[in-house]
């Protein structure tokens, strides 16, 4: 058995425009202490994060805790919404989640952020198989993971979550990569902005 956990990146600035760049706030900083009293006695072996900034500080006390390195993937960054305009971003979620394929100029669909994840994540089960890894990503990201491979998860499960950061699941695959269970393990609501 494998097992991965996923944690969804602690509250980031919503003012820095950069999706790369943005930090975490000072709340979403402190957060991460909570991580790591969760997870620092769970037998992890690797860490393995987005390269973006906010998730690569959610793990980091993490990391120094357990006196690991932390492995950037960039597969596993959030979903590019591309060049969104309107009122409610909302729904241009929701249309996402009601039909895969929908995207707007220079964005992806949900389709491409699950398969560059799915795809990340196979190398690492395959890489790391038999370990205990923690994967630091995003909520869309995580969302299509989850959905990959519990397919109930939809826009209303991503509609539960999207207040929770950090947000930590625990996820155990068998040794063909088959995940045979799903365990929420840490959350903390903070208002999505």
């Known amino acids: ?17 950069d999706d ?26 690797r860490i ?6 906010r998730t ?26 591309g060049k969104w ?3 409610n971003f909302k729904d241009f979620i929701k249309a996402q989640w009601e039909d895969f394929s929908y995207h707007i100029l220079d964005g992806e669909c949900l389709n491409e952020v699950q398969a560059r994840n799915i795809k990340a994540l196979q190398y690492y089960l395959d890489k790391y198989s038999g370990e205990t890894i923690a ?4 909520g869309t990201a995580l969302s299509t993971i989850i959905n990959n491979y519990y397919p109930g998860f939809n826009y209303d499960s991503f509609m539960r979550i999207i207040d929770y950061m950090p947000y930590i699941v625990k ?20 208002e999505y902005k």
């Open 1 to 17: 058995m494998t097992t991965v956990y996923f944690i969804r990146h602690a509250q980031s600035d919503r003012f820095t425009q």
């Open 20 to 45: 790369r760049t943005k930090p975490l706030t000072s709340e979403g900083l402190a957060d991460t202490k909570k991580i790591t009293e969760v997870l620092s006695d769970k037998g992890i072996t």
């Open 48 to 53: 393995i994060s987005s390269p973006y900034k």
């Open 56 to 81: 690569i500080q959610t793990v980091t006390n993490l990391s120094e805790k357990l006196g690991l390195s932390i492995e950037t993937n960039e597969d596993l960054r959030e979903r590019n919404a």
């Open 85 to 87: 305009h309107g009122e």
């Open 135 to 138: 994967v630091a990503t995003h």
């Open 171 to 190: 996820i155990t695959f068998d040794k063909d990569n088959k995940a045979v269970s799903l365990e929420e393990i840490l959350i903390i609501e903070k």
